[in-house]
T-cell receptor, first 113, second 113 residues
């Protein structure tokens, strides 16, 4: 089946720094990738939809200058959390879409100290 | 405003018995529904889906039922196995073609041996 990877799986950073999370579709080309955020014991919240070669579409309430998304190729999308703060600590999950469906990455645990 | 709701945060079932997980939605424009299984610190894994033109879809031990008039869907797992213990999310697709998924809050299923 289709595989989506994320890197890193876990990252700890200091407040004020920026963190980049990569999402790759390993065996298929994904024209559309999605970024989700999951708070403890909460639902997966869609943050943005990323299409290759175009600007990401952000959901209401998600700051596009805070969460920079780049979809540079059909197999790679990156999420950069800029000037991270402790409240940005969360579990970030990407998904990639191909014709047969949408496949999720394993997630990245971000902790901002 | 939670458009997709899973009102039971947890459920315990004896091994071999049936597990029934419920999901309610508010937006009648949803046309595609999915169930995902998620282990801690991992991304969701697709289980089964159903289109709004159907009222039942079955795949092995998993059956999803859709009641459009009640805006309700359920996932039946029978027989339940200890390996089924995980958090189950239902998701709804808002409009055909956008592939944006709105997730419920999840139900933690524990299958007791």
């Amino acid at each position: 089946g289709a595989v989506v990877s994320q890197h890193p799986s876990r990252v700890i950073c200091k407040s004020g720094t920026s963190v980049k999370i990569e999402c790759r579709s390993l065996d298929f080309q994904a024209t559309t990738m999605f970024w989700y955020r999951q708070f403890p014991k909460k639902s997966l919240m869609l943050m943005a939809t990323s299409n290759e070669g175009s600007k990401a579409t952000y959901e209401q309430g998600v700051e596009k200058d805070k969460f920079l998304i780049n979809h540079a190729s059909l197999t790679l999308s990156t999420l950069t959390v800029t000037s991270a703060h402790p409240e940005d600590s969360s579990f970030y999950i990407c998904s990639a879409r191909e014709d047969r469906g949408q496949y999720f990455g394993p997630g990245t645990r971000l902790t901002v100290t | 405003d939670q458009q997709v709701k899973q009102n039971s945060p947890s459920l315990s079932v004896q091994e071999g018995r049936i597990s029934i997980l419920n999901c309610d939605y508010t937006n009648s424009m949803f046309d595609y529904f999915l169930w995902y299984k998620k282990y801690p610190a991992e991304g969701p894994t697709f289980l089964i889906s159903i289109s709004s033109i159907k009222d039942k879809n079955e795949d092995g031990r998993f059956t999803v039922f859709l009641n459009k008039s009640a805006k309700h869907l359920s996932l039946h797992i029978v027989p339940s196995q200890p390996g089924d213990s995980a958090v189950y999310f239902c998701a709804a697709s808002l409009v055909s073609g956008t592939y944006k998924y709105i997730f419920g809050t999840g139900t933690r299923l524990k299958v007791l041996a």
